[in-house]
Every structure is written in C-alpha cells, then in structure tokens.
T-cell receptor, first 113, second 110 residues
Framework: ETGVTQSPTHLIKTRGQQVTLRCSSQ?????VSWYQQALGQGPQFIFQ???????GRGNFPPRFSGLQFPNYSSELNVNALELDDSALYLC????????????FGPGTRLLVL | GIQVEQSPPDLILQEGANSTLRCNFS?????LQWFHQNPWGQLINLFY???GTKQNGRLSATTVATERYSLLYISSSQTTDSGVYFC????????????FGKGTKLTVNP
C-alpha cells in the first residue's frame, strides 16, 4: 500500500505566473484535502475534493482552484501568483469527507519571487 | 469558525523527561488528530482521537470531548521527539476540514 505522494517537491516561480501541484491519494481513499502552511504557522485548509467534486473550501480566493480525477488523484492550481503564496503546500487523503483520519503527503515547497 | 489553542507554544526538555501538551477547542468535533511535523515538513500522524484515550509506545493521548480539550503525553523524551506538535480538529457540521492550532515547538536536549 503506497502512501500519499506529491509532486514536485520544490518549485520556484515569479509573481504573476501560474502553478500546478499534484497529489496522489493513498490506495482506497476517495477524498483529498489541500492545505497551505506559511513559515512558522499551522497549516490552513484550502479546499477538499470528494468523488471529483469540491466539498468544502477555506478562506482562499478563487485564483486557488483544484481538480480531482477518477483515480482520486488531485491537482491544486494557483493563478496570478503573489509573493505571499510562498509556502509549503500539503495534501491529505482520507477514506471519506468527514470524521476520518487524514494522511498527509510530504508537501511541495513553493517559492514566489 | 472553530478555534484551536495549543499550549505551551514552546517547550525545552532534557532527554528522559516527561511532558504534557494541551489542545483546547471551542466547539464539538467529529475529528481530532495529533501530528508531529519533522524538520522536512512531513506531518506524521500520531493519534486520531475525537474522544477517549489511546497509547502508542511512549506517547499517549486523551480527549475529553465534553470539556473540549485534548492532551498529548510524551514520556521518557528522546532527542528525536524534537519538532513541532500540532493538534487539528474538524468541527461537527463545519465547512473547514481540519483546523490546526499554532503548534507546540518541542526541543529535547541530550
């Protein structure tokens, strides 16, 4: 059984560019949640995808968008990057959308210059 | 939305000492997890514990849901226990999935 994987591990972009981050969920999990962790802070919930539909969203602007595919892997897209988007982006998968243990991937470190 | 407060924010121990980390939350929850974040950023699951008590080796956790707090106990601490410990909760009926506290930074000195 493979765990949650994320790609790429590190990424450097410039302000105004667009970025796509990828997450493969743990085998048997149908739910993926994305979090942003700024330096020195706890992770903040961005959104969750359950069976290919968005199922809850945190306080992030619409330029943060996502997808979930039939195999339950997921993408996080960020348009018009800003300096404050520099952070560790974490995805977590779970057996269901609520009340289930979330298992986190290793994260993608994004630096926006 | 639900509020999560962790204490203490920082903790420095000598190897072999015991410690208790606390997590207070402001509403009923259907998920509470404790994590250890290693220096590379990986969040390692310690416990899924919306209520009750669990133990895993030197670590144990207790959540008293009716009083809205959880405790993480670390016994006989080792240098490898160093890192940041996060408590995260999911409110019953809430739209945010996991809401994290600000963490407790634990340093265990040899």
């Amino acid at each position: 059984e493979t765990g949650v994987t994320q790609s790429p591990t590190h990424l450097i972009k410039t302000r105004g560019q667009q970025v796509t981050l990828r997450c493969s969920s743990q085998s048997g999990h149908n739910t993926v949640s994305w979090y942003q962790q700024a330096l020195g802070q706890g992770p903040q919930f961005i959104f969750q995808y359950y069976r290919e539909e968005e199922n809850g969203r945190g306080n992030f602007p619409p330029r943060f968008s996502g997808l979930q595919f039939p195999n339950y892997s997921s993408e996080l897209n960020v348009n018009a990057l800003e300096l404050d988007d520099s952070a560790l982006y974490l995805c977590a998968s779970s057996l269901g959308p609520a009340g289930e243990t979330q298992y986190f991937g290793p994260g993608t470190r994004l630096l926006v210059l | 939305g639900i509020q999560v407060e962790q204490s203490p924010p920082d903790l420095i121990l000598q190897e072999g000492a015991n410690s208790t980390l606390r997590c207070n939350f402001s509403d009923s929850v259907n998920n509470l997890q404790w994590f250890h974040q290693n220096p590379w950023g990986q969040l390692i699951n310690l416990f899924y514990i919306p209520s009750g008590t669990k133990q895993n080796g030197r670590l144990s956790a207790t959540t008293v849901a009716t009083e809205r707090y959880s405790l993480l106990y670390i016994s006989s601490s080792q240098t490898t226990d160093s890192g940041v410990y996060f408590c995260a909760v999911e409110a019953q009926g809430g739209s945010e999935k996991l809401v994290f506290g600000k963490g407790t930074k634990l340093t265990v000195n040899p």
